[in-house]
């Protein structure tokens, strides 16, 4: 079931559109929000709000990538793997988080702190290298200055 | 020279709030609209200042709106939609629009809803531009506190609305069609054209989709019209554009200059140039779907007809240098791992053709390559083309691969027979 929180976040959006179903993505990002991921009793959760099935509200979470519909670690780390950042070296940050994190692309660090993703641009091209964890977005990246947003996160 | 879009923003700098804004003109041109001018009229303003949508196509903005069933008879629900997705590789313009002066915007898409009669608008933004969304969520706010936005606007009868809908990711969201699906809940997948969303869009109503840039030039063409903005351009064509350059340049950034400003101004003058140590080989003009300019375009002024006529596309308007140390096999594998990724999977030639692409280019890379894989690779360049896909998604993304196999055709040859890749030998994490 969703919790009230959940179902009031959600259902503050319910008067921007002319049909519930609208918020399918919307509510799928709440529940990731309070939940961290999207399982399948979240489908199911959301489904039930919207009047949904769970396989319709999946086949909706499956195509967006900023819906987890696997386990993440507490900081999931995207980097930007576009153009701009791949002429100005990101292959090395990323080898670089690889070796530092002992993950591969699309895993999460035994200890659950980080998952490593990529991301399309960001939007960032004039400060490339750049990722996002969180929130937040760091850019003009060096390995130095991961290994310092790497310490700095719990 | 005027910049009507940046005048009054700095990067970096904190984004105008209501009243910064209103200090700057801001809201006036709407005020004169709601209070003086007929739906028809704005229209037509736009019409005439021959302005061209700034997220890609080029399409004029004005004909756009005049697509819209208007009267009696047409359907009241209608709606304005801002395609604030911009996910195109190279592409950061819209995000400082956005983050800097967000009431530029919100006034512009207020004076298109007027122009059309829609209700309610939407702002449709990419998911990672938390920046963005704290600004605007704010402005809006602002602006219906102060009776920008809500019911009556300004005494004028006017309702209208804008709501802020954040994405989940995938590129394919941009599409207009694509993105009235994802606005709707459903899976991001283009829609058929015809119908055209001017007449069938959203839920089925009449529905206007423009890019950010396109719409924070609405207010200052509203404002001092059409000759003034026509005038604004060093070509044939109006207005400023948004240009922006990344890559081994010596100052990478954006400017707004007039539309036609020279590649070689932009590249040398704005950007500073090549860094020390590196030369200019060649560019991506607009963003990761447009075909490569090489040293021979450096006089070429950047505006739509002109950049068509050399082959590529103005697109997006942000630039991708690539300089002589960098593999252009590498940097054209790059950009097609990225379509190979993103694609919907709708149809066949996309989905399958792309990853197809994505592992000749690799093999290529990896010395694997042989000479019958450039009449593959051109192969494919066709039946990805223009009118063989559900979408203009594939057609993009072979822009920079044809082009790639026309001015670098030799630098391909060279990882031919066990090579490898001449630019790159060492692993990634040795560079
Ligand atoms: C694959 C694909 C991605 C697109 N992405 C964007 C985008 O991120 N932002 C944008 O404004 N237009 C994008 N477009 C163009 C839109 O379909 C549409 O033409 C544009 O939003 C119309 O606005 P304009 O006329 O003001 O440029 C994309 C087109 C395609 C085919
Ligand atoms: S061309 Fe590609 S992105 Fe467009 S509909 Fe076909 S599969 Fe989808």
Known sequence: MLTDQEREEIEAELPHYPRKQALCIEALKVVQRHRGWVDDEALRDVGGFLEMTEHEVDSVATFYNLIYRRKVGRNVIHLCDSVSCWVMGCDRICEHLKNSLGIEIGETSDDGRFTLLPIPCLGDCDKAPSMMIGRELFS??????????????? | MEKPLTEHIQPGEPPLDLAAYERTGGYEALRDALRSMEPREVTRIVEDSKLRGRGGAGFFTGMKWSFVPMGENAPREKYFVCNADEMEPGTFKDRYLMECNPHLLLEGMILGAFAIQAPTGYIFLRAEYHKSEEVLAHAIREAREAGFLGKNILDSGFDH???????????????????????EGR??????????????????????????????????????????????????????????????????????????????????????????????????????????????????????????????????????????????????LNLERFFARESCGWCTPCRDGLPWVEKILEDIERGGGREDDLGLLQEHSKFLGPGRTFCAFAPGAVEPLQSALKYFEEDFRRHFDGKGCPYHPQPAAAR
């Open chain 1, 140 to 154: 003009d990246l060096t390995p130095e200055k991961v290994d310092e947003i790497l310490r700095s996160r719990k």
């Open chain 2, 161 to 183: 609305d804008i709501h802020l809908h954040t994405s989940a990711g995938r590129y394919i969201c941009g599409e207009e069609t694509a993105l009235l699906n994802a606005l």
């Open chain 2, 187 to 332: 899976r991001a997948i283009p829609r058929a054209k015809p119908p055209f969303p001017p007449v069938v869009g959203l839920w089925g109503k009449p529905t206007i989709v423009n890019n950010v840039e396109t719409l924070c030039n609405i207010p200052p063409i509203v404002r001092n019209g059409a000759d003034w903005f026509k005038g604004l351009g060093l070509s044939e064509e109006a207005g400023t554009k948004l240009y922006g350059v990344s890559g081994r340049v010596n100052r990478p950034g954006m400017w707004e200059l007039p539309l036609g400003t020279p590649l070689r101004e932009i590249i040398e003058e704005h950007a500073g140039g090549m860094r020390e140590g590196y030369r200019f080989r060649g560019v991506i003009p607009g963003g990761a779907s447009t075909d490569f300019l090489v040293e021979e375009h450096l006089d070429l002024p950047m505006d739509f007809a002109s950049v068509q006529k050399a082959g590529s596309r103005l697109g997006t308007g942000t630039m991708i240098v690539l300089d002589d140390r960098t593999c252009p096999v590498g940097m054209v």
